[in-house]
């Protein structure tokens, strides 16, 4: 599963998880291994076991970096592909944990859609850190990307859907500054 797709997160958090465990195991077993062959952990083979520990804690932050976020769910997911899919100029990702200096923000769905950004909130680790300041944040995110016109706004499944079918669509191609707003959100995400 790849970034911006529907479930994207539940899975990285089980892959994390799966991975974590086993190298936890296996560090375990390492660490036993050398105690029992050399009678005493003061060998130089305790060393692979350790350097193991440096992935182990990685993968563990990354864990726990997404544990708390869940994906939308694919009722959800389905309504907005069916009602969003066919508009030109409109990408919709999904799962997306953004990171900033703060705090991981998620936005479990975020369209990018004529000029605008809409954004539905999911929440974030810091719990100060609300949904106007994850607006503000991805607005920095776009100013510094020359396209200071665009606006991103947060809302509600059903108000997203509303508010995106209200755009009207424009007939410029916009193809071009909404591939690379797609590719700058992808690059923030966890």
């Known amino acids: 599963m790849e970034k911006g797709t529907l479930g994207y997160i539940d899975a990285l958090k089980k892959r994390y998880r799966l991975y974590s465990l086993v190298l936890a195991g296996v560090i375990t077993a390492g660490?036993?291994?050398?105690?029992?062959?050399?009678?005493?952990f003061r060998h130089a083979a305790i060393i692979v076991p350790v350097l193991l520990v440096l992935p182990f804690a990685w993968l563990l932050i990354?864990?726990?970096i997404v544990v708390r976020f869940r994906s939308l769910n694919e009722e959800d997911g389905a309504r907005i592909d069916e009602q969003l899919g066919r508009r030109?100029?409109?990408i919709v990702l999904y799962d997306m944990a953004l990171s900033a200096y703060e705090a991981i923000s998620f936005a479990a769905c975020l369209v990018i859609d004529q000029g605008n950004i809409y954004l539905l909130w999911g929440g974030s680790n810091e719990k100060s850190y609300g949904a106007e300041q994850q607006r503000e944040y991805i607005q920095d995110i776009i100013n510094r990307t020359s396209y200071p016109y665009l606006a991103v706004t947060v809302y509600s499944v059903d108000e997203l859907l509303e508010q995106v079918n209200a755009a009207e669509v424009t007939e410029a191609d916009l193809s071009s500054v909404c591939d690379r707003l797609r590719q700058r959100m992808l690059d923030i995400s966890v």
């Open 31 to 40: 660490v036993f291994t050398v105690g029992i062959l050399f009678g005493t």
């Open 62 to 64: 990354q864990w726990l």
């Open 88 to 90: 030109r100029n409109c």
